[in-house]
């Protein structure tokens, strides 16, 4: 395993080009008292480049979602009594994901026993990339297995206590102490399977090789950030970038963003949207030092 040090360009586009050549995302995500979480993934897939993203909510929060989202479609599917994602849906789900060239799921899911049990069926049975985060990742605590019968690229963005519960660490410190040998042995083996493990330094690796991200601060570590760089590696992602390049764009940009957010607001008063506020500044910046 090597360690890579160069960053993917981001190319301009193209003069003739239309939506559909930016990739089409599927956002999973939402549950009842979390439907900021899917939001924000949305809306920064689409500050990430994506062309069109679709957001599937549970149908009773359908309304709260659609008032908050203006450039974002909206997908209303069936629910639990908590209004959370319910098996009925599965179907339908799978079905609708075929027509989009990438999944983001997790953001705000819950951990509703019903929903775990959904996600996990997706994950063995949906034929296009995915991200995975959050709620997502949890789901798999008790079945880690499910990750080798994942049929197509999956990028896992755990921070470090979802890490330690799908590898059965279970302190936070001991998965800090040996963060990159912990990374390694989860991707060995595993050819479809891009780790993000999200911390200071945010580490990026498959079996070959592995990245160590030198953007962002503090003030970052906020409810909603992880929630935004899902959405940026997913847009990335349905951008033709391989699933290493995504993930690398991702955690670069949105660190890059949330220093360029902590010069404005500081630290401390330093929130989510402000990240997402600042993605434009992030990738125009990176563009015009690339070019």
């Not at 498959?206 to 992880?226: C, D, H, L, V």
């Amino acid at each position: 395993m090597y360690e890579v040090k160069d960053i993917p360009k981001i190319q301009p586009r193209k003069p003739d080009t239309h939506k559909g050549d930016y990739g089409k995302v599927f956002v999973l995500a939402g549950s009842c008292g979390m439907t900021g979480a899917a939001c924000l993934c949305s809306n920064a897939a689409l500050r990430a480049g994506a062309g069109i993203v679709t957001l599937g909510i549970p149908e009773g929060l359908h309304g709260i979602v659609a008032s908050k989202l203006t450039c974002v479609m909206t997908r209303p599917l069936p629910e639990t009594p908590s209004k959370t994602f319910s098996e009925l849906g599965r179907q339908g789900i799978l079905d609708f994901s075929r027509s989009f060239d990438v999944a983001a799921i997790g953001p705000g899911l819950s951990q509703h026993p019903e929903t775990k049990k959904l996600v996990q069926w997706l994950l063995q049975t949906m034929d296009i990339p995915i991200v995975l985060d959050a709620d997502g990742i949890n789901a798999l605590a008790d079945s880690p297995e499910i990750v080798d019968r994942i049929k197509q690229p999956v990028i896992l963005t755990p921070h470090p206590g979802e890490m330690g519960r799908l590898v059965g660490v279970p302190s936070v410190r001991d998965v800090q102490a040996k963060r990159l040998e912990i990374a390694g042995q989860f991707v060995k083996g595993r050819n479809k399977v891009t780790l993000v493990l999200k911390g200071r330094q945010t580490i990026v690796m498959n079996e070959e090789k592995f990245f160590i991200n030198t953007t962002g601060n503090p003030g970052m570590a906020t409810a909603g950030a992880g929630d935004v760089l899902t959405g940026m590696i997913a847009a990335f992602l349905g951008q033709q970038y391989t699933p290493f390049e995504a993930a690398q764009l991702g955690v670069y940009l949105h660190g890059m963003a949330g220093d360029i957010a902590a010069r404005e607001k500081g630290e401390i008063s330093l929130i989510a949207t402000d990240i997402l506020d600042n993605l434009h500044s992030a990738i125009m910046g990176y563009q015009k030092n690339i070019f």
